[in-house]
């Protein structure tokens, strides 16, 4: 198994993605109208995607509404109520999203993990250094996608708004790092 090693920069309310030093895409996310908005990036800095946060009280779920430039649009919805795992269907397949323990996300593709984030760098050189392996470089902007909606409204890679206990995460069954 082959696993491509890439790069993340958080900085305030941005994220970059790097392969060795060359950008490969990046995301920002806005207020906008008391929502929180994001766009994500190509490398020559044109809009691929457009996101909108929102959370539906009534069923107590997060709602992550994703338009590519065609106009077309996938809700990306939390599946559980302490939204550890999430799930989204493009082109008749299905991604799920699962958070871990010690700052970890996987992210399956029809049940087969393809990727994991790992921002558990405890130097202070790479505070804001988000790790990621994938299996194949043809889903780094499906998975960088999806990772930017995690991260919307997150001003520091470091620090959540909420806290989530660590017992309420999910357990990573088959960890890369």
């Given at each position: 198994?082959?696993?491509?090693l890439?790069?993340?920069?958080?900085?305030?309310?941005?994220?970059?993605?790097?392969?060795?030093?060359?950008?490969?895409?990046?995301?920002?996310?806005f207020?906008?109208?008391?929502?929180?908005?994001?766009?994500?990036?190509?490398?020559?800095?044109?809009?691929?995607?457009?996101?909108?946060?929102?959370?539906?009280?009534?069923?107590?779920?997060m709602?992550?509404?994703?338009k590519?430039?065609?106009?077309?649009?996938?809700?990306?919805?939390?599946?559980?109520?302490?939204?550890?795992?999430?799930?989204?269907?493009?082109?008749?397949?299905?991604?799920?999203?699962?958070?871990?323990?010690?700052?970890?996300i996987?992210?399956?593709?029809?049940?087969?993990?393809?990727?994991?984030?790992?921002?558990?760098?405890?130097?202070?050189?790479?505070k804001?250094?988000?790790?990621?392996?994938?299996?194949?470089?043809?889903?780094?902007?499906?998975?960088?996608?999806?990772?930017?909606?995690?991260?919307?409204?997150?001003?520091?890679?470091?620090?959540?708004?909420?806290?989530?206990?660590?017992?309420?995460?999910e357990?990573?069954?088959?960890?890369?790092?």
């Open positions: 198994m082959q696993l491509h890439y790069t993340i920069k958080h900085n305030n309310n941005t994220l970059s993605i790097y392969s060795s030093t060359e950008k490969q895409y990046s995301s920002s996310w207020m906008d109208f008391g929502k929180f908005g994001c766009e994500v990036f190509n490398k020559e800095e044109n809009i691929i995607y457009k996101i909108t946060k929102q959370f539906q009280f009534w069923k107590w779920k709602v992550y509404t994703i590519n430039n065609d106009e077309i649009i996938t809700k990306l919805i939390s599946q559980n109520n302490r939204k550890t795992v999430y799930s989204i269907s493009i082109n008749q397949i299905t991604y799920e999203l699962d958070i871990h323990f010690k700052k970890k996987s992210i399956y593709k029809n049940e087969i993990k393809i990727a994991e984030f790992d921002a558990s760098f405890s130097d202070s050189d790479y804001d250094t988000i790790k990621l392996l994938l299996l194949d470089k043809k889903d780094l902007e499906i998975c960088f996608l999806l990772y930017s909606c995690l991260k919307i409204g997150e001003t520091e890679q470091n620090q959540k708004a909420i806290l989530t206990s660590q017992k309420q995460l357990v990573n069954k088959e960890p890369w790092s």
